[in-house]
């Protein structure tokens, strides 16, 4: 049996970055399923929720600097997994502070969403940023 530094046993060090399986201490970078169902509820719920509350949201540009890097192949899929996560609470029917009440509906959304952006700002790249400026001026064309 080879020994690590500090006379640890490479048979029981983590792999991946991973405590050993049935130790109850795995570490979960996401949860591939909720991961899923957030994704399609952004999907499916999205562009119908930002076209009617468009106006209303002072955080717009960085809800869709989010969105972009959430649906961009390139960004990691830790990244994903908390941008979809706040995306999805943002569409969701029921909210910590429902959205029609005069301002302070967004509140929580916006709080949300500020965490996730906060906790992968690094990931969020120039390029998501243009397109979103692009989407706010399709938005307010329309």
């Known amino acids: ?18 405590e050993p399986s049935g130790t109850g201490r795995e570490v979960v970078l996401y949860d591939p399923a909720k991961l899923q169902r957030d994704q ?3 999907e499916d719920g999205f562009w119908k929720k930002l076209r009617r509350v468009a106006s ?9 600097a ?9 960004t990691p899929l830790q990244v994903k997994a908390i ?6 609470y943002f569409i969701m029917p029921v909210d910590l502070i ?16 500020f ?7 690094g990931n969020i790249k120039p390029g998501h940023r243009e397109q979103a400026k692009a989407s706010l001026a399709r ?4």
């Not at 020994?3 to 792999?15: F, H, I, K, M, R």
């Not at 209303?56 to 869709?64: G, N, S, T, V, Y």
């Not at 938005?139 to 329309?142: G, I, P, Q, T």
Request: with cysteine; net charge negative.
């Open 40 to 42: 399609a509820a952004v």
């Open 139 to 142: 938005l307010a064309a329309d």
């Open 56 to 64: 209303k949201l002072p955080f717009l540009d960085e809800l869709l």
């Open 83 to 88: 941008l979809f996560g706040a995306l999805a």
């Open 1 to 18: 049996m080879a020994s690590g530094e500090g006379g640890v046993s490479d048979d029981t060090a983590p792999a991946g970055g991973r």
């Open 98 to 113: 429902p959205d029609f009440i005069a301002w302070f509906g967004f509140t929580d959304d916006a709080a949300v969403l």
């Open 66 to 74: 989010a969105y972009y890097c959430a649906i961009d192949p390139a």
């Open 115 to 121: 965490a996730a952006i906060r906790t992968v700002s």
